[in-house]
């Protein structure tokens, strides 16, 4: 095995965890997979013959791309909705799947972490998802110790605000279904009894058209009657909708034809639905790795 070998199976014992830091950097799989394939190439032309850490090495080259692709990006609209990782609920976890297992990190998390400025969203996901020190993170964002400890207590503090979901497969699964059967009944009273009453609906369109449901407006619905009002969506594609695991929690798919037109994440708090996070957007549904 020559040199070059040796160094790609080092590599891909650290791309799982790779993939998992850029993916909660940047809420794309696509762009995640290319930070990664960018730190290969990084890799691939240094010489790390002083490297004591390949891990640590490898994991700051691939935070310094995604902070670089954060800082590029155009200003996000309040309903961006990340993109989804979703599986069967009765098929193993793949790759991708493996990468969210690590926190089990939520579709309405990242929504949160969709609304840092680039460095605190970098200072957060690595001190308080990956453990990487203050010292570590400063020679990232170029700032010191002290100032990188502040990005991330700002994040921590606008995180701490969400209502974390209880993270219960079982039950939550039991609420899942509830919703689906009252949707496909167009029960509106049992739809509002699962609603907490300040639940927040996030639908992301993109410029898509839902060809069963009319045009796809990209929204944001505040209050339970207000998103029971919406039950006609949910009804007119209820058909179509089946349980899936989004990113490790139940959730639902909605399949046309083979295609797959939605990705529907709820937070689950005491038994109430507190968030809804739709992915509308067929243009971006279609570049996800869904399994058959």
Same mark, same amino acid.
């Given at each position: 095995?020559?040199e070059h070998d040796q ?77 989804? #990782? ?34 605190e969203r970098l200072a ?10 203050f010292d570590e993170i ?134 109430? #639905?507190?968030?809804?996070? #739709? ?14």
């Open positions: 095995m020559d160094l790609a199976r080092q590599f891909e014992k650290h791309r799982g965890h790779l993939r998992a830091v850029a993916y909660r950097m940047l809420g794309s799989l696509a762009e995640a997979e290319d930070a990664v394939q960018e730190a290969w190439l990084r890799l691939s032309r240094s010489d790390t013959s002083d490297v004591g850490n390949l891990g640590g090495w490898l994991t700051t080259v691939v935070s310094r791309v995604c902070l670089d692709t954060l800082r590029s990006r155009k200003s996000r609209r309040e309903q961006f909705v990340p993109d989804p #990782i979703v599986t069967r609920e009765d098929s193993g976890p793949g790759p991708e799947e493996q990468a969210v297992q690590v926190d089990a990190i939520g579709l309405a998390l990242l929504v949160v972490l969709e609304t840092l400025a680039p460095a957060f996901v690595l001190h308080d998802m990956f453990g990487v020190s400063a020679s990232i964002v170029n700032k010191s110790p002290a100032a990188t400890r502040q990005l991330a207590s700002r994040a921590r503090r606008r995180v701490q605000g969400r209502p974390a979901g209880d993270g219960d497969p079982g039950r939550q699964r039991e609420v899942v279904n509830a919703f689906l059967a009252a949707s496909r009944g167009g029960d509106f009273e049992a739809l509002l009894e699962l609603l907490a009453p300040d639940v927040v609906l996030r639908a992301d369109a993109g410029a898509a058209t839902v060809e069963l449901a009319g045009p796809a407006v990209s929204k944001v619905i505040r209050g339970a009657r207000a998103v029971v009002e919406q039950a006609m969506m949910f009804r007119r594609m209820s058909p179509y909708t089946e349980l899936a695991l989004v990113n490790g929690l139940p959730g639902t798919a909605t399949v046309v034809n083979g295609r797959l037109m939605g990705v529907m994440d709820l937070t689950v708090v005491d038994g109430k #639905i507190t968030e809804i996070n #739709i992915l509308a957007d067929v243009d971006r549904l279609e570049q996800l790795p869904i399994p058959a």
